[in-house]
């Protein structure tokens, strides 16, 4: 496989799915620039206006250090892809579930929103190596080795190829074939997987996305590699020929991240993930945005869910809110639920847990813990009693 940079610029107009590509910016949009258009009082501000519940993270200062050393909370978002966000062509505003998620995120610490755009990976490498953001929509585990810490996936993307509806091929194995030019977006997971897995066509990578469809509608490639999502919008508004192939060469799935080091963050950010989509905040999110080749992938194993719970339990208790033998009462019970499944008992583990969703409700009753602090944790807790009764 031979793989070409394509260096020149290409500019897309009136692809709103696509997030305006006209104004976009080479590179993220300097902070102080950010102060007036970009910075989101996530208690009024326009963009944060998903009906969905709150989740509180009960942060503490070890969690705070790690996602908000500087006051805000700084989230970087690639608006490249739509997947992530799409930016208004006039506005400049960011919409879209990785907005909706950063707004609960921020909404939960208690912390202002600071949104960082990008208008692609390279983009959004290069802001984590300087470092001018604490969290990121949205790492594939082969961008974030070595360089960033990823956090559970809230989502996973289908990508497959898109062609002109006159071509010949059926199929994602067809495409890779002698003399097939193929763009792709530059360092994005599709150019990752490929880069490793095509065998005879050539990869034609551009700085954005919206450049490399631009290569396909005007015909320099043969077809254009990733998410379904892109694709569609594309297929609508500027390639109408256009066709995607029926089956996936990936399906991506994608995570927050956050830079090495921080794991007080990524275990809270974890934890947050895991309430997003048991709580339909990942699923609202997509039907907003019109997401289409999505999937929400399932849960992490019980023992992890168990632990987020146990490190919240202990931010209640560094915080005040629970004293040490209201602290102890419930950890306690997750303790014995990580021991029961440890020994493969998980019927008895998950009477432990039925005992810690008991003292949560005894808890909120006696208005120790408040409506939003108990159900961010019977959230986690009633989904694990669940899903191992089915």
């Given at each position: 496989m031979r793989i070409v940079s394509q260096a020149s610029a290409v500019l897309l107009l009136g692809?709103?799915?696509?997030?305006?590509?006209a104004d976009r910016p080479t590179g993220p949009v300097p902070a102080v620039q950010l102060a007036g258009d970009w910075a989101i009082d996530v208690a009024s501000g326009p963009v944060c206006d998903i009906d969905a519940a709150n989740w509180e993270g009960d942060r503490d200062r070890a969690v705070l250090n790690d996602l908000a050393p500087r006051g805000p909370l700084r989230v970087g978002i690639n608006f490249g892809n739509p997947n992530n966000a799409t930016r208004d062509p006039v506005t400049g505003r960011l919409s879209g579930l990785a907005v909706d998620m950063a707004c609960k995120?921020?909404?939960?610490?208690?912390?202002?929103?600071?949104?960082?755009?990008?208008?692609?990976?390279?983009?959004?490498?290069?802001?984590?190596?300087?470092?001018?953001f604490d969290v990121a929509f949205t790492f594939d585990p082969s961008l974030a080795t070595g360089s960033?810490?990823?956090?559970?996936?809230?989502?996973?993307?289908?990508?497959?190829?898109?062609?002109?509806?006159?071509?010949?091929?059926?199929?994602?194995?067809?495409?890779?074939?002698?003399?097939?030019?193929?763009?792709?977006?530059?360092?994005?997971?599709?150019?990752?997987?490929?880069?490793?897995?095509?065998?005879?066509?050539?990869?034609?990578?551009?700085?954005?996305?919206?450049?490399?469809l631009a290569l396909l509608r005007t015909g320099q490639v043969n077809a254009f590699a990733g998410s379904r999502s892109v694709e569609a919008a594309f297929i609508a508004i500027s390639?109408?020929?256009?066709?995607?192939?029926?089956?996936?060469?990936?399906?991506?799935?994608?995570?927050?991240?956050?830079?090495?080091?921080?794991?007080?963050?990524?275990?809270?950010?974890?934890?947050?993930v895991d309430w997003s989509k048991t709580s339909g905040l990942v699923g609202l999110a997509i039907e907003r945005a019109g997401l289409i080749g999505v999937v929400i992938p399932p849960p992490p194993p019980p023992e992890q869910r168990i632990t987020f719970l146990q490190n919240h339990v202990a931010r209640l208790e560094h915080n005040g809110v629970l004293n040490r033998g209201q602290s102890g009462a419930l950890a306690i019970k997750l303790q014995g639920a990580l021991e029961k499944l440890a020994i493969g008992e998980p019927e008895a583990a998950m009477n432990k847990v039925a005992a810690f969703i008991n003292q949560v409700d005894?808890?909120?009753?006696?208005?120790?813990?408040?409506?939003?602090?108990?159900?961010?944790?019977?959230?986690?807790?009633?989904?694990?009693?669940?899903?191992?009764?089915?």
């Open positions: 692809l709103a799915m696509l997030a305006g590509c995120l921020a909404h939960g610490t208690d912390a202002q929103l600071l949104v960082v755009p990008y208008a692609g990976i390279p983009q959004i490498l290069t802001g984590l190596a300087q470092g001018e960033a810490a990823r956090a559970i996936p809230h989502i996973g993307v289908e990508n497959t190829y898109l062609v002109p509806g006159n071509a010949s091929f059926q199929s994602v194995a067809d495409v890779d074939a002698p003399g097939v030019l193929i763009s792709v977006g530059q360092s994005n997971a599709p150019d990752i997987y490929l880069t490793g897995t095509l065998e005879h066509a050539t990869l034609v990578r551009t700085a954005t996305v919206p450049q490399a390639f109408p020929s256009g066709r995607m192939l029926p089956d996936d060469f990936l399906v991506a799935p994608l995570g927050m991240a956050l830079a090495l080091g921080q794991g007080d963050g990524l275990g809270y950010v974890n934890e947050f005894a808890f909120r009753n006696a208005g120790i813990l408040s409506d939003q602090q108990s159900g961010s944790l019977l959230e986690i807790a009633r989904d694990v009693g669940a899903r191992a009764a089915a």
